[in-house]
């Protein structure tokens, strides 16, 4: 088993930045690709981004993409989403998950998901 605890979600304004953490705790944290999804209200989840296990490889969903950096520190268990220029349409509860596929496919059923962080972007 492998626990997830985002932390970091709040409200803030348009254009702003926040960084989001995710702590791992359980099995090997190296041993597992780390990605971001997010939720909002009556819309389905969507990737965030994605990273491979030693942090080299960095994927991105398209609204993202210059706006957002993911990273992971193996030595602390951590992996972090930045996300600068934020915009109203990002307000959704923001996911961590730890799985052993492919950084850029989807989620599988065998993945771990943390209990998520709200971010509300406010205009």
């Known amino acids: 088993q492998v626990q997830l605890v985002e932390s970091g979600g709040r409200l803030v304004q348009a254009g702003g930045s926040l960084r989001l953490s995710c702590a791992a705790s359980?099995?090997?944290?190296?041993?597992?690709?780390m990605k971001w999804f997010r939720q909002a209200p009556g819309k389905e989840r969507e990737f965030v981004a994605g990273?491979?296990?030693?942090?080299?490889?960095?994927y991105y969903g398209d609204s993202m993409k210059g706006r957002f950096t993911i990273s992971r520190d193996n030595a602390k268990n951590t992996v972090y989403l930045q996300m600068n220029s934020l915009k109203t349409e990002d307000t959704a509860v923001y996911y961590c998950?730890?799985?052993?596929?492919?950084?850029?496919?989807?989620?599988?059923?065998?993945?771990?998901w943390g209990q998520g962080t709200q971010v509300t972007v406010s205009s």
């Open positions: 359980g099995r090997t944290f190296s041993n597992y690709a």
């Open positions: 998950n730890a799985g052993v596929g492919s950084i850029y496919l989807g989620s599988s059923p065998t993945d771990y």
């Open positions: 990273i491979n296990k030693n942090g080299g490889l960095t």
